[in-house]
């Protein structure tokens, strides 16, 4: 066991749980493969969000609704949560879990192809939750910038991409080296936009946070 399975196994030692249902949701996923948040990565999550304390939540990838509901848990009560998700089975599973939830009016779920659907949008968001196609990232990312304000909070998830973010391109098979150059121009659109305050947090496979700064901050310096 490495030092970060250590770090990750004591961390996970702790957790205490987040309530019957998502706890049932999460022990489902993971047998049936469907990928969800690390341990870690959910209580850092929920923590952000109630920091943040935002009233108009934005995800990028629902999968079966276990990281909104997390969210939820943590939101303000009067907050409301904007989902999408593109692959329709995961879609039947995240609306029911909503409905458990009693959770159906402040969740909404939009079925479709993300790209098309944040063109959809009209902001500004409080908070972005990004946890779908990662060689996408880059390419939504203007269209997020555009849906954000000063002050708003920009989530990415798997940034890392299980360890291979930190490899050379030639070093990570074939097939993945067009995700993995862009996932290394998305982080470094993120540190160097005038625009974005960012930190890259070693937590679960990675998390880039961002924070959108004042209209004029950049001017400043």
């Known amino acids: 066991m490495t030092g970060e399975d250590r770090i990750a196994s004591y961390l996970c030692s702790l957790e205490c749980?987040?309530?019957?249902?998502?706890?049932?949701?999460?022990?489902?996923?993971?047998?049936?493969h469907v990928p969800i948040l690390r341990p870690e990565t959910a209580a850092f999550l929920k923590t952000m969000v109630s920091i943040v304390r935002p009233r108009r939540i934005l995800?990028?990838?629902?999968?079966?609704?276990?990281?909104?509901?997390?969210?939820?848990?943590?939101?303000?009560?009067?907050?409301?949560?904007?989902?999408?998700e593109n692959y329709a089975p995961r879609a039947v599973k995240a609306r029911e879990h909503f409905r458990q939830a009693c959770l159906e009016g402040r969740i909404t779920l939009m079925e479709g192809e993300a790209g098309e659907i944040l063109k959809q949008l009209s902001g500004p968001y409080d908070f972005v939750f990004m946890d779908a196609a990662k060689g996408q990232y880059l390419h939504w990312?203007?269209?997020?910038?555009?849906?954000?304000?000063?002050?708003?909070?920009?989530?990415?998830?798997?940034?890392?991409?299980?360890?291979?973010?930190?490899?050379?391109?030639?070093?990570?098979?074939?097939?993945?080296?067009?995700?993995?150059?862009?996932m290394r121009e998305y982080l470094y659109r993120l540190k160097?936009?005038?625009?974005?305050?960012?930190?890259?947090?070693?937590?679960?496979?990675g998390v880039a946070l961002s924070v959108r700064r004042m209209e004029d901050c950049h001017e400043n310096h």
């Open 192 to 205: 160097h936009s005038p625009k974005l305050e960012t930190s890259i947090v070693p937590v679960g496979d």
């Open 141 to 182: 990312l203007p269209r997020l910038l555009e849906l954000t304000e000063s002050g708003s909070v920009i989530f990415s998830d798997n940034v890392f991409q299980d360890g291979d973010i930190f490899e050379s391109r030639f070093a990570v098979p074939r097939r993945d080296r067009t995700i993995h150059a862009r």
């Open 59 to 84: 995800e990028v990838g629902t999968a079966v609704g276990y990281s909104a509901l997390l969210m939820a848990q943590a939101m303000p009560p009067d907050a409301k949560i904007t989902t999408i």
């Open 17 to 32: 749980g987040h309530g019957e249902l998502c706890d049932r949701i999460a022990r489902e996923a993971r047998r049936e």
